[in-house]
């Protein structure tokens, strides 16, 4: 989509918003607040040398959340005609009328901290013709890399942008707008009559890190280094889980630290404020102002200015992530961290959940234990539960000894539970890992870990 295509729907959604902000305050609710946004890609696949597809999508839409009587109402509309932002505010207002009174005390303007742009202009020039040599040279050059790359299933390159605005009757007015790239690649190597797919991803705002050579030997090198694994036996040992999947891992039971999961008992950490739940060297933290990362924002859903907040400190639970809704339910102010999409409800979510470092590389982390499993690869979430912690997971990775690497392996499953595994942290690693992602991760050395091959 074209710079003056976004800007003219910017200008209809930007119409649409003061149409409904009129409407809204002359109905005489006890008070409202609008979320507007305008999401659109250009993207596209490869194969074999050829461009398989292009996709362009777009999706636009505008929600109210109104008060009478302290009841919340939603609804939401993709259409921006008058008529049907009429609608939806009288849908919101019939919805006040089945739910329950919260008497919520809406934010209003304040000062918030001088935030960086989030809008790279060159990726609005980035086309598909561009985008077509680009993965066809990361294509081309995974192949040169090595013999044994038998297939290339997945390479796609695109392009993405957001715009969003945020209305309330308490006078707040925001404005936001970012995009970003992406570029993924899934190699398959062949080796003795087995396969072994690596897979390595690039995105964020700078185009300078989307490194043809090295998006393709990151691949590549994924794909060969567990082409001889083998299963290993099964029982208790040490395990050295990689900043490749600590993200993932950890992303699964990230809404146990939600307030709104401990309030509807979906969550074991429910009473256990102030105790001890981790490591002591482990330290989890909602980080807004990383700016480097795309979880920033000045600002939440419901316009409560954002902050640094932490959760596990010195391995103690310091508190939960609230909105404004479940702060209201514990007599407690809001941490700042509401999330919204214009066609839903009010929920929670982390702004840049980080896990502080340690002081050892992932290098001085193999070295901890005379023999260790080191896990790099997760196969599905299909075993895991964030409201009992189980997790019972297929992985594949490398067996360790006195520091070497001695055995790819595969075929193996770990069992344990989240709120154990964060127990026996022996160590916290220095290392981050490149991708451009909300939740950042070092590597992690557990005491021990059950595997069964």
Known sequence: MSATQNNKTGANVSDAL????????????????IVARHSSSLGLSAFQGKIQQTEISESVGIGIRIFRNGAPGYASTERLTSESLQQTLQDALSHCLFTEPLHLTLPGPCVLPEEPSHWNPALESLGLEEMARFAL?????AFALSSEIEN???LGYGVSQDQSWFANSSGIRHYDR???FGVGLGAV???????KMGVYQRSGRDLAQANAEHIASMAVARSLELLDAKPMAGGSIPAIISNRVTGSLIGMFLSSFHAESVQKGQSRLAGKLGQKIAAKCFRLSSEPFRWDLPGASVMDSEGVPTQPFTLIEDGLLRGFIHNLETAKREGCTSTGHASRAYSGRVG????NCVVAPGTQNDADLMRLFPRCLEVVKLEGSSGCSAVSGEISIGVQGFLWENGERVQAVDGVTISTNFFDLLQQIVTVGSEYNDSYSSVKIPSFALESVAVSG
Request: charged residues 25%; hydrophobic residues 40%.
């Open 189 to 195: 190597a062949l080796r003795n009559g087995v396969r």
């Open 18 to 33: 003061e149409i409904m902000h009129k409407a809204a305050s002359a109905v005489g609710a006890d008070a409202f607040d």
């Open 348 to 351: 929670t979510s982390f702004h």
């Open 152 to 154: 290339i299933p997945h």
């Open 178 to 180: 970012e995009n970003s």
């Open 137 to 141: 040279d990361v294509e081309a050059r």
